[in-house]
């Protein structure tokens, strides 16, 4: 069974750096998009970065400029390099492969807290 597995996050003080990885666990093949979606406390979850299988990005605006979302086809893998944190990006951050057909699969998060 394939799983996700985030990995990478911690607590960071503002203007820092992290970068986040998922990795696929088992199996995977023809990964669609990729993509970062974090949910603050109290909040809904919302997207942070999606990049397409070939390698077209999105990103949220209030992440623009500062996140940078790339990925490894070959070791079915996602990253996000997260610079200049601010406090509001502190969340639980999700990692999310989509497959043809509307198969989705989900990481279970991996918490950021930017404070000082």
């Known amino acids: 069974q394939v799983q996700l597995v985030e990995s990478g996050g911690g607590s960071v003080q503002p203007g820092g750096s992290l970068r986040l990885s998922c990795a696929a666990s088992g199996s995977i093949f023809s990964i669609n998009d990729m993509g970062w979606y974090r949910q603050a406390p109290g909040k809904q979850r919302e997207l942070v970065a999606t990049i397409t299988g070939g390698g077209s990005t999105n990103y949220a605006d209030s992440v623009k400029g500062r996140f940078t979302i790339s990925r490894d086809n070959l070791l079915n893998t996602v990253y996000l390099q997260m610079n200049s944190l601010k406090p509001e990006d502190t969340a639980v951050y999700y990692c999310?492969?989509?497959?043809?057909?509307?198969?989705?699969?989900w990481g279970k998060g991996t918490l950021v807290t930017v404070s000082s």
């Open positions: 999310k492969f989509d497959r043809p057909f509307g198969v989705t699969y």
